[in-house]
């Protein structure tokens, strides 16, 4: 009986779920945990100081501030080309060639011409004379002529241009000098007067192979080769490649002090028929010949 009533009870009673039991873990542990888990830093890394921009960027702003005004004076003393194409160097009219200023110009570039180096390289060769071209012309002419009165002056041709010749007039050298105030585009000295130096400087080497010093002009070409700036000396090198009875054929460059090449041209000179019956003491004045040489043409001749 009392194995009955004890029954029921125990059906009645609830189940007890089994609970595994917990792991405690003491702060410390988990501690060393943590740091286990995590990579540890490496010595570089951590004894790398971080780098600050500021000092960096101040270092730059300091280099453009210095490196501004270098360049501006820098370009203002000798600009280049380029910069003198764009914006042109302001120049004043050129004086009149009979005042105290225009005087001491023309003074001036005289004594630059022959301080050159090449004037005094042409002075050391042998079979080879110097001479001026129109320095001697007839005053009485010198306003009707393009080369040795219109265009000369302080600022344009200033001086008589400086030459040199073989002894046999096969090749020449001249030096002149071309002034601001033959330029075309301003601070460049324009292509028609390059053209004019060239047919001045052909026409001596070819005139002077001729036995009466008279000749014109049949061709003239030229190639550009860069622009030729103004205020400057160039170099005019002719050499003589012809001659087939009254035709002349010569060639020349033209070239600034340092060799730059500026232009290069070819022409055919002709003596006229009539020449023979023309004075030619003017033209021999204008093309500054030696008077007490013999003449080198009438030489080969015989």
């Known amino acids: 009986m009392a194995l009955r009533l004890a029954l029921p009870a125990l059906r009645a009673a609830p189940r007890l779920t089994p609970v595994a039991p917990r792991r405690a873990f003491s702060s410390t542990t988990r501690a060393l945990a943590d740091a286990v888990a995590q990579p540890a830093p490496s010595f570089a890394g951590a004894a790398k100081p971080k780098s600050s921009g500021a000092g960096r960027r101040w270092g730059i702003r300091l280099a453009v501030l210095l490196a501004v005004p270098v360049a501006y004076f820098a ?40 301080d050159l180096f090449v004037v005094a390289e042409m002075r050391t060769k042998k079979d080879w004379y110097e001479a001026r071209p129109y320095e001697r012309f007839d005053p009485q002419k010198v306003h009707n002529s393009l080369t040795a009165g219109s265009l000369r002056g302080p600022g344009k041709l200033a001086i008589p241009p ?33 053209a004019t130096v060239f047919d001045e400087s052909l026409a001596r080497n070819a005139l002077m192979n001729i036995d009466t010093h008279i000749g014109v002009t049949a061709t003239l ?22 001659k087939n009875g009254r035709k002349i054929r010569v060639s020349g460059t033209m070239e600034t002090l340092d060799g730059e090449r500026i232009a290069d041209a070819h022409a055919l000179f002709v003596e006229p028929k009539w020449a ?24 080969r001749a015989v």
Not at 169 to 176: G, K, N, Q
């Open 162 to 194: 400086l030459a040199f010749a073989k002894n046999d007039e096969t090749e020449a050298v001249l030096i002149v000098h071309l002034g601001r105030a033959l330029c075309g585009h301003d601070g460049i000295i324009h292509g028609g007067l390059i």
């Open 75 to 114: 370009g203002a003393v000798a600009p280049p080309n380029v910069v003198l194409l764009l914006s042109p160097r302001y120049s004043p009219p050129p004086p009149d060639k009979d005042s105290k200023h225009g005087k001491a110009l023309t003074e001036d570039v005289e004594r630059e011409l022959q």
């Open 221 to 242: 070409t030229l190639n550009y080769r860069s622009p030729c700036m103004a205020d400057q000396f160039v170099v005019v090198r002719t050499k003589l490649d012809d």
């Open 276 to 299: 023979q019956f023309l004075q030619s003491s003017g033209v021999t004045e204008a093309l500054g010949a030696p008077t007490s040489r013999p003449n080198p043409a009438a030489e």
